[in-house]
């Protein structure tokens, strides 16, 4: 039976007298067969150590690879999230050949051997680790993704303070042309406020923050406008 104290071991009876046990460092069979002095002199059938050996033994094998594989994808996990300029599309496309190539469902026709193979790879912990391997770089390609969707946003923002800066000044201009301000008047208007609300815009880009800021503006540029109307 698998101790319940030692959760990297497991045994299981494979068939009629056979008996395997695997771990984290390696795998214990034990095969015995008892016959009647008359029919054998020994009690041991020394055919079953090749058996155990050409098949078997493959068995932990290919669990031990695949150990060693999660093990190579665990440690550029851990340089992902360090953060030490390692892209995490690389990473994952390798994670993602190795789970369609190397990660066996089974690796014999007699279900014996896939129990061993079975028994492997809970020893191992493959399950366990290809499931936080999955965590680890779904989290990371979620950090680049937000980390590229928050570049993107800070880049729309200082175009919107250019748009929004170019229309004010030209706002200006179409007042002043409309009520024949004079050149100083209306290009001091035109520089003092579309600089201003671009700078705004760029110190403020969140909409709440900076709704105050545009009517305080919008208050100051009827102001001048108003000024310009009656004395201009």
């Not at 928050?150 to 923002?157: F, L, P, W, Y």
Request: hydrophobic content about 45%; overall charge positive.
């Amino acid at each position: 039976a698998r101790p319940v104290e030692l959760d990297t071991s497991a045994s299981e009876a494979l068939y009629t007298n056979h008996v395997a046990a695997y771990s984290g460092l390696g795998a214990c069979h034990l095969a015995a067969y008892q016959y009647p002095p008359a029919e054998r002199k020994g009690t041991f059938d020394e055919e079953r150590v090749f058996v155990l050996q050409n098949k078997y033994a493959f068995a932990f094998l290919i669990a031990l690879s695949q150990r060693l594989m999660i093990h190579w994808f665990l440690r550029q996990s851990q340089e992902l999230r360090s953060g030490h300029g390692v892209p995490a599309t690389s990473p994952w496309d390798q994670f993602s050949a190795f789970e369609a190539k190397g990660y066996l469902i089974d690796v014999s026709r007699r279900e014996s051997v896939n129990r061993c193979y079975r028994m492997a790879q809970r020893s191992q912990r493959i399950h366990q680790t290809i499931g936080n391997l999955h965590r680890v770089y779904r989290d990371r390609l979620a950090s680049q993704q937000l980390s590229g969707l928050q570049e993107t946003q800070k880049h729309v923002g200082q175009i919107e303070t250019i748009v929004i800066g170019f229309y004010t000044t030209e706002f200006c201009h179409i007042i002043g042309e409309i009520f024949h301000f004079p050149a100083p008047w209306m290009l001091g208007g035109m520089l003092v406020f579309g600089l201003t609300a671009g700078w705004l815009v760029y110190l403020f880009p969140a909409k709440g923050t900076l709704l105050p800021w545009i009517l305080a503006l919008v208050a100051a540029m009827a102001l001048w406008a108003a000024y310009g109307i009656l004395h201009c």
